[in-house]
């Protein structure tokens, strides 16, 4: 069977009510796209779990999608907090515990390496320990001294944004390097949205850059653009307007509701939601070929 689908039937299989959901990328490469996805099929009970939450998921927050979320770092970066979040954590309303950056990816190397839990150096972040249970120190059986020890992280599904993939799930990535391996092989299922679907022999044709193998892939979707107001590196930039626009519509809440309406609720697909944006954003927001040097990897 294929693996290609569409992103709604992807979401419609594998995302339920009351799942930990692992939406990866760092600074580019967010799965937006996934996200709009989720909100629309009106999922509900989810634990969000994401290094940087950025606005994507103070969007399914707000749309009523999480109990919980579990994170390192949060705010819209470059502009300031995260006011849904922000306020819906101090109210009571949401579910948290919070982490070091170091330690969250550590919580996903255990999960994906299959180890009951991984150790870290002690750090100066003590404060985190008091806040969160989590955390547990345990003594070094070689040294005697004490190390930090977190557990694993294992999301139900793991949503990950690529440049490229074949239509098996070998996924190509490159600029930026976030968790997106890491998640990927800690979740119990992958969906994979992708700028573009390449033959085989592309993959092959450049093996080490393949983060993530297609024997982890449940679902292959060819989403453009999915990573929109994040960027993807070589296809478009970040669009900082829009993170500046975001601040100004979360001061209320009757502007949030709205823009989901417009911006979520009513647009089918990722397709139309680009269209929307219009002709002006997508100059804006274009990019010029920088290429990379050719790679000799020799011939037998």
Known sequence: MTKLTTLT??????????????????????????????????????????????????????AGCAKKIIFSYIGNPGVGSLRIIRAELEAGHLEWEEYSHFSMICRLQAGASGLPFMPMNQTAATDLE??????????????????VV???????????????????????????????????FAAKHVILTTEEIVDESVIRSDPNRTVIPDFIVDAVCLVPYASHPSY?????????TFYLEWDKVTEDPARVKAWLDEWVYGVKDRAEYWIKLGADVHKRLEVKPRLAAPVNYGDY
């Open 9 to 62: 039937e992807a979401v419609a299989s594998y995302v339920k009510d009351g799942d930990t959901i692992y939406a990866a990328g760092f600074t580019h490469l967010i799965p937006f796209a996934a996200g709009h996805e989720i909100i629309r099929q009106g999922r509900k009970d989810l634990t969000l779990a994401r290094a940087t939450p950025d606005l994507i998921y103070e969007m399914m927050v707000a």
């Open 130 to 147: 008091h806040a969160n249970p989590q955390y547990r120190r345990v003594k070094d059986p070689y040294t005697g001294r004490e190390v």
């Open 150 to 184: 977190v557990p694993p992280l294992l999301p139900d599904v793991a949503i990950v944004h690529v440049q490229r993939c074949d239509a098996n799930g070998n996924a190509q990535i490159w600029g930026i390097i976030g968790e997106q391996k890491e998640a990927a």
């Open 232 to 240: 993807t590196q070589g296809y478009y930039d970040r669009d900082n």
